[in-house]
């Protein structure tokens, strides 16, 4: 099938939903890893919202691979497919490792984290301050390279601190290049590690879109997609005039309606589910299973809180699912009787939301 931008969809293994090979359709529209958020019952509500997204975990380190719990850390169910798991390490053994742990639980991609700059992260001396030590990214990546089959990606920063973007940039994606890497996630934006918090490092280093631009120019072989500041599917599609792929963090996350656009305007298909109601729905038997087993449905509705944002009775709905939502005793009647609380007809502006 032709998308809107001329390029052609792939098969992957409907199995298993990995493919060994990885190319730019691969990264052309993905959410974010994001802590606290990503888990795997955010994964399976994003999933009902879209076919074709690429969905991450959050980050996992490798200590917690390596000793920890790993069914819980990365257990997931296969209808969350494309999945990728991040990883953050900085030592080539102990990645490769949990790679091939993680391939092992049937992921479609193993992620290395170079990007993110919590103090946290960089006393474990991975994350952004990696920026800084390119060939050790590159021995990273090359040791995970060689334990596993399934593609290797990287998700990085322009640079850190006072680094040069254009030398830092380019060092970084030379070294992974060198090494394997099978694609290159860029955050449009510097990290400060030194004066910022991470959450003004969301925000705050500006964004230089053009600088990811011109490092697709160099490595047109690359799959590079872009990361930062992009809100909306429009946005999106902008982006991709220039890279191969965009991933959108925060905007899925508190909007996640306008994952119902990805699938028709980046793929060219029609979307899983017609509207947000249609969604929960279909949401529901994953949910009915869970709750079975012993989950909360707090579990679930946590993440669905944006689903109905610009719609009369959107708070009405969070509402009831921040009170009887959170008892014990909640089901899918509880769900329910708060989606019952919004209007089907859709106002003319987006932000005209009754009480």
């Known amino acids: 099938m032709t998308t809107r931008t001329g390029m052609t969809t792939i098969t992957t293994d409907t199995a298993t939903g990995t493919d060994p090979r990885m190319i730019a359709q691969d990264l052309r529209f993905s959410v974010a890893p994001m802590m606290d958020w990503t888990d795997r019952q955010c994964r399976a509500f994003h999933r009902v919202l879209s076919r074709r997204a690429r969905l991450y975990t959050e980050m996992v380190t490798t200590g917690a691979v390596l000793h920890g719990d790993r069914e819980r850390l ?12 991040q990883l953050g390490g900085s030592d080539p053994g102990d990645l490769a490792r949990a790679a091939r742990i993680a391939e092992a639980f049937g992921y479609a991609e193993v992620n290395l984290n170079v990007g993110c700059p919590s103090d946290r992260v960089q006393d474990g001396r991975f994350g952004a301050c990696l920026m800084r030590e390119p060939a050790l990214v590159g021995d990273c990546v090359a040791a995970m390279k060689a334990a596993v089959s399934v593609p290797v990606t990287v998700k990085c920063r322009l640079g850190v601190d ?3 973007t254009e030398e830092a940039l380019d060092a970084l994606a030379g070294a992974v290049v060198a090494a394997g890497v099978d694609g290159l996630i860029v955050h ?27 490092l697709k120019a160099t ?38 309606a306008l994952l119902l656009e990805v699938d028709p305007e980046i793929f060219g298909e029609p979307a899983p589910v017609p509207d947000a109601f249609a969604a929960v729905e279909a949401l529901a038997p994953t949910i009915h299973d869970a709750l079975a087993r012993g989950m909360r449905l707090h579990a679930f509705t946590r993440h669905m809180l944006g689903l109905f944002n610009g719609r009369p009775g959107a ?35 987006r932000a005209a939301e009754a009480a």
């Open 315 to 349: 708070r009405a709905f969070r509402r009831h699912l921040a009170t009887a939502g959170m008892a014990p005793d909640a089901d899918l009647s509880t769900l329910r009787a708060a989606v019952a609380k919004v209007s089907r007809e859709r106002p003319p502006a």
């Open 162 to 164: 006072d680094q040069d």
């Open 219 to 256: 490595r047109p072989d690359l799959p590079i997609a872009i990361n930062g500041g992009v809100r909306t599917i429009g946005d999106a599609c902008d982006r991709l005039a220039e890279v191969d792929g965009v991933m959108i963090g925060r905007a899925a996350y508190t909007e996640p």
């Open 74 to 85: 990365l257990g997931f169910d296969a209808v969350e497919q494309p999945v990728a798991v």
């Open 188 to 214: 449009a934006r510097k990290a400060w590690l030194k004066g910022l918090s991470p959450r003004e490092n969301r925000d705050v280093p500006p964004l230089d879109y053009g600088r990811v631009a011109r």
